[in-house]
């Protein structure tokens, strides 16, 4: 269950509690929505909101990880042309005491390099022995710094887990949301639109293509029209007018084609697919004056020969 919170998230954690139970929360995320400060705000300008994620059971829980990127990779050099390819360097030290692993190393210029006091080397003096051999120590250009450990590009993983900092570089903030929706309403914005790359995070990390993605509050509609691009399968639920104003416009240009905002182009999504509209029935009964149960003045007979033959296990 994820949910996003526009007032301080620990109202809504409580409340999630309740709901998921308390061992099932997961993580709380903040999303940067503005990437400046609001001039006119009167005490502290609302940078960020939250993102709250829960599992129905923890312990069976498999959130996806994100793929590096290029940011993460451009880390990585080649200094000394290591036929290896790129690399980047790690501490060699611990914040322990054990003898074992306190002992000189002298680097290329031949200065001699001990752990500080109350720390310790990574490894005992024959392992680094081993990793100067396999040439993954390294002492700096010029050979005369604190030795550390190279790590290789190629022999890292090609996902890392999803942090709990989400910069609006990354999933964007609430002026590209409303450009969307601008784009997509014209002068008929809805009042707290979501950035598509938000949605296509969450989306991301909590779930595989053919799921299914339920959105309890559709306003604009951007769960589904996201969830639609993505290849999952989607429930929305709205009880507003937004069904006709903007969820089903919406959504008609998203299986048309014809929205290229959004996430469109980085998904590759060319149009397809469909859904259905249901409207929610009125109760079939309802209290009269004298408080008696009679059947729900809205029925016509078609509706409640319909309602009668549901109930009767027809379909």
């Known amino acids: 269950g994820v949910a996003a919170a526009s007032v301080q998230d620990i109202y809504l954690r409580v409340l999630l509690d309740e709901v998921f139970g308390r061992v099932n929360f997961i993580a709380t995320v903040i999303w940067q929505k503005k990437y400046g400060a609001k001039s006119d705000s009167k005490h502290l300008s609302e940078s960020h909101d939250y993102v709250v994620c829960y599992a129905k059971e923890k312990d069976h829980v498999a959130l996806n990880r994100m793929q590096r990127t290029p940011e993460q990779d451009a880390r990585y050099k080649n200094p000394d042309n290591d036929p290896r390819g790129s690399w980047t360097s790690g501490d060699l030290l611990r914040n322990e005491v054990r003898d074992y692993a306190i002992y000189p190393i002298f680097g290329p210029s031949g200065r001699k390099h001990l752990p500080p006091q109350g720390t310790i080397w990574r490894f005992t003096k024959e392992k680094y ?187």
Request: one cysteine or more; aromatic letters at 10%; glycine letters at 12%.
């Open 129 to 315: 022995a081993e990793l100067v051999a396999d040439n993954r120590i390294w002492f700096g250009e010029n050979g005369n710094n604190v030795p550390r450990l190279k790590r290789f590009l190629n022999e890292v993983a090609e996902t890392v887990p999803a942090t709990t900092w989400w910069e609006h570089k990354e999933v964007g903030h609430n002026d590209e949301a409303k450009k969307e929706s601008k784009a997509l309403y014209g002068d008929d914005l809805f009042g707290t639109p979501k950035p598509e790359r938000l949605i296509q995070r969450i989306i991301t990390i909590a779930s595989n293509p053919g799921d299914w993605v339920l959105d309890s509050f559709a306003g604009s509609g951007t769960a589904g029209a996201v969830a639609h691009k993505m290849g999952r399968r989607w429930v929305m639920v709205e009880l507003g007018e937004h069904c006709h104003t903007h969820i089903l416009p919406r959504l008609k240009k998203v299986i048309d084609g014809k929205d290229p905002g959004g996430i469109t182009e980085t998904v590759g999504w060319k149009g397809g697919g469909g859904f259905r509209y249901y409207r929610l029935a009125p109760s079939l009964l309802e209290k009269d004056q004298f408080g008696n149960w009679v059947i729900n003045r809205k029925f016509n007979p078609a509706m409640l020969a319909e309602a009668m033959c549901k109930l009767e296990g027809f379909t």
